[in-house]
């Protein structure tokens, strides 16, 4: 059961309550769509990301974030079930973050009840020779979903306007034609994104972008917690130091990166990520939101298909 109580929380120009009720499981909490749309980014042109607390997730229970977050998974379980069957539509969900902000356990948890036939993630690294042999776009293009099912990329294609706009030397290793790197490089290729992502909305894939908006101060406390536990050493590489130094250059990355890409049609949701709890429920919020707007059905049974379905039926009985 969750405990009656009030949320309210202020950014410059939306001031928005949120309440959440005593329930049971199957019922999604009064204003909990409010939750995802607070945070999402339609029109990017008058974006700044200090508008934006990364620890707003702190002000809710985590009690409640969690038994919201259960219900949120069977919801997203039913409407995937749907996706599936009905095959016209497709999801793509986009995550970047800096290190440690929570990308792979906001996954993990938000899609713990979908059906792993309906569902694919993709980690992209840095790219491979065969990969840096064609455009920017090919190896994330291979990766699409299909019609029915979830894609999710873990990174995308605008690492390349993030990290290799952060290091200016990883554009020399994708052997451009020094004609084509001009100052305009990123407009360009803000520009190509745009008319991707415009292109796949055309052809019936909703995109939700979600950048998982970490902290400085709580990068460092995570990164010390890999450190301090073993069965996280693993996860920790010294290039992470190296990266939260330019850290100032990544947020205006970020911003401009957003600013230029976010749309109806593929609109960013800016995460606050300093509450690993509080993020999945928004995660799993914007999501549900996204699929909830294409009015999944299974497919309707035909009068000849119903008495096909009778005739079997009878069959079965007699055995």
């Known amino acids: 059961m969750l405990v009656a109580s009030t949320f309210r929380w202020k950014i410059p120009g939306r ?9 049971g499981t199957h019922t999604m909490a009064k204003g909990i769509s409010a939750l995802a749309d607070r945070y999402t980014v339609h029109d990017g042109r008058k974006f700044r990301l200090s508008r934006y607390d990364t620890r707003e997730g702190r002000k809710w229970d985590k009690g409640d974030a969690k038994a919201l977050l259960q219900q949120s998974t069977e919801k997203l379980a039913e409407l995937q079930e749907k996706l599936y069957a009905q095959d016209r539509w497709g999801v793509l969900l986009i995550f970047q973050a800096m290190d440690a902000a929570g990308k792979d356990s906001a996954i993990k948890h938000v899609m713990s009840g979908i059906n792993p036939q309906g569902c694919q993630v993709y980690s992209f690294k840095a790219p491979s020779s065969e990969e840096l042999d064609h455009d920017f776009l090919w190896r994330t293009s291979r990766a699409l979903p299909e019609r029915g099912r979830i894609g999710i990329f873990n990174r995308s294609y605008y690492e390349e306007t993030l990290v290799v706009r952060v290091h200016p030397e990883l554009l020399a290793k994708e052997k451009l034609p020094s004609g084509l790197v001009s100052k305009r490089i990123w407009k360009e290729r803000y520009e190509d994104i745009n008319a991707f992502e415009r292109y796949l909305a055309r052809n ?11 902290s400085k101060r709580e990068q460092r406390k995570r990164f010390l917690e890999r450190l301090e536990r073993p069965e996280k050493n693993w996860k920790f590489a ?9 850290w100032r250059e990544y947020m205006d990355a ?3 990166t957003i600013r230029a890409t976010a749309a109806a049609h593929a609109p960013w949701v800016v995460v606050p990520a300093d509450d690993k709890s509080f993020a999945r429920l928004v995660v799993a919020s914007a999501v549900i939101e996204a699929m909830k707007g294409l009015r999944l ?6 009068d000849a298909q119903r008495r096909e379905l009778g005739r079997v039926r009878r069959i079965l009985e007699r055995e």
């Open 15 to 23: 001031d928005v309550r949120v309440n959440s009720k005593s329930s």
């Open 204 to 214: 019936g894939f909703v995109i939700r972008k979600i950048f998982l908006h970490v």
């Open 238 to 246: 010294v290039a992470d130091l190296a990266e939260r130094a330019r």
């Open 254 to 256: 970020y911003e401009d």
């Open 297 to 302: 059905a299974f497919p309707a049974v035909d």
